[in-house]
């Protein structure tokens, strides 16, 4: 057992993400994802997420979104060209993830604003490191992907084996907001996103507990 955010945390078992991804979604809600990655550690608390699957119009059905519960999903996010970075779920075969919009960052917060601040036209309030910067390093999933700096080679890998470590905390979240998917032209009714309701403040450590 691991504390973070004033929580209790715990590794997390694949099974936990073997149903449709509709059905994992509020669960995943809080579950912190950690990353040792390109000379660099960070973790993130899940935040906001967002459910695909084949059964609606707007999953892709790309062939590492069937691999099966447990894998990463890392795909272009519309027409940044920017990656995003999903949690594939459900039974191997069925197009099925969860879209990580936003996280909270835990630890590794100078590493994420430096990945986030190497574009000139990045933010200015992270490149500046303005007060409050820690609240928006991973607001988006295009920011979610470069606070992470994932790249294309981690499409398909397994979310239970390095770089990536995932806990779940012990008492699950249970203040969460639900409503409809952000940018979606199809199936745009499905109460298909999950947000933290009131979580907590970014950690400002930079290793992990």
Not at 61 to 77: D, F, K, N, S
Not at 93 to 106: F, Q
Not at 128 to 142: N, S
């Amino acid at each position: 057992m691991i504390q973070f955010l004033d929580r209790e945390y715990v590794l997390m078992e694949p099974d936990v993400l073997a149903e449709p991804s509709w059905q994992v979604g509020p669960r995943m809600i809080g579950t912190l994802l950690a990353m040792d990655y390109r000379g660099a550690s960070a973790a993130l608390a899940l935040s906001v997420l967002e459910a695909y699957d084949e059964t609606e119009g707007a999953v892709h059905g790309a062939e590492t979104q069937r691999l099966g519960h447990g894998h990463v999903y890392v795909h272009p996010y519309d027409r940044s060209g920017m990656l995003a970075i999903d949690i594939v779920c459900g039974p191997k075969g069925r197009a099925s993830s969860l879209l990580i919009r936003e996280g909270i960052p835990v630890f590794g917060l100078e590493a994420m604003a430096r990945r986030r601040s190497t574009d000139p036209a990045a933010d200015r309030r992270i490149r500046a490191r303005a007060k409050g910067y820690e609240k928006i390093l991973a607001k988006g999933p295009c920011n979610v992907g470069e606070a992470f700096d994932i790249q294309p080679a981690l499409d398909g890998a397994w979310l239970f084996d390095k770089p990536f470590r995932l806990y779940r905390p012990v008492e699950p979240i249970v203040d969460i907001e639900v409503g409809t998917r952000i940018n979606v032209g199809t199936d745009a009714h499905l109460p298909w996103r999950w947000k933290w309701r009131n979580p907590p403040a970014p950690a400002r450590s930079e290793t992990a507990a």
